[in-house]
């Protein structure tokens, strides 16, 4: 299905109504002419993987070199608070690429079982049923029965499957190791990546450079989602001889901000393509990382690090690290850029989530719900420009394996298994963003209402029957059963 560019009342009534399959653009169909890049930017979503908070110069460290997220930055809006739906990456990917709270398609964890629905329709869909020339690069990780790239609204795809992947070694067919599986161009294998001495963040680069390059001179969808910063510990020769500037704590930091540096070249090479092609200001880029910093981090023992040991990547001020609910696990590096609709050098204070990205997208085009569950993020722009008072979110949850918080106002109430302790606990954001005073002893009241408004909401939520995982949920919350947080604390 293609629909054409009608003018953006027509649009927004035409889009409102549609429920997305899982369509594609016929070939033999000419795509939409660009008449009004106001109106229909393009669209670049740039997603890191594990790039914790304190991971990028504009957040305010030196020990770490990144002038092209920098400028994007300088150049954009840069939100300090902003959240991912899921400490991990597959539940986070989900959440992205809906707009929905990825629970309510029983998505709590990195499952290869976890499942969005065809009724549900991923942002790339969307834009591919809008004409848009859609492209995905870099990593999927979104189960294997919610289907592959080209099945689910890309046109074109370069990248690899799963959760993890070598920087230097693939596999040419599947059944290795899943570290080596193979890199796929859109449904077919590539060789090798050693066959051709490459490394796998300049190979998304690539691939991301040529696809714009080649579309242009028509509206185009690219969703990078880079392996870079995650875990194998590789960097290409030249690049650490590049930081030899940087005061670092460990020198497995001046690493780390090595890979780094190979990201955010990329970024770099993707922002002059834009600029050779006279694009950069029509075009709408979001850059964000699907979870804070791991605690397994070091060539050194031990590899699992805690607060204040981490010698590579860093939750910056933050408590937790990836897997937690505690902010260093969802607090991330969140940037818009588009010249053309939004401020430069904006810095926008109130905390926003990864569920907006998608929404704010479609709202571009008029566009208020896609699918059968309507979207839980909501449109950035009227706050950004000061057209609508408030916030774009009063409350927000999160629930990952056993693992939950919620962050209603300034009070954020947090439970968390491996970085415990295992008690409820209660923060004042304001007071302390880091979260290191514990106040569910000291606020009872507040603890206890919060708790029950996370009951509420996760009572709505379905169950994976196909993990057992959540264990710790309050099932019984619509029948009357109520969690005491005094005594639970007192259990624990």
Known sequence: MILKKPNKSVLALTITGLLYVNSSVAENESQPTRDNLQDQPNVIVIYTDDQGWGDVGYHGFQDIHTPNIDALAAGGVHFPQAYVSASVCGPSRAGLLTGVYQQRFGVYGNFEQNHVPRSQPLMMEMMQDLGYVTGVVGKWHMGEPTGRPNERGADFFYGFHGGSHNYMYSDEKEGGKPWLSPLYRNTKTEAPIQEGNGYLTELFTDEAVAFIEKNANEPFFLHVAHFAVHHPWQVPDGYIERLEHLDVHHEERRFFAAQSLVLDDGIGAIMDTLKEHDLENDTLVFFMSDNGTPSGQGFDQPRKKKRGETTMSSPGPFNGFKGDTYEGGIRVPFIMHYPAGLPSGKKYEHMVSSLDVFPTIA??????????????????????????DGQPHDTLYWRRDNDYAIRDGDWKLTVNDDNGPRTIRLFNMINDPGEWIDLADDKPEIAQ????????????????????????????????????????????
């Not at 208020?368 to 909501?378: K, S």
């Not at 408004?453 to 996760?458: P, Q």
């Open 449 to 492: 209402s919060l708790k029950n408004k996370f009951d509420a909401w996760e009572s709505t939520l379905p169950i994976n029957q196909l993990s057992d995982k959540p264990t710790n949920r309050n099932i019984n919350y619509n029948q009357g059963e109520r969690i005491s947080v005094e005594a639970f604390n007192r259990s624990k």
């Open 363 to 388: 709202a571009r085009f008029g566009i208020t719900e896609t699918g059968a569950v309507p979207f839980d993020g909501v449109d950035l722009f009227p706050y950004l420009l000061d057209e609508q």
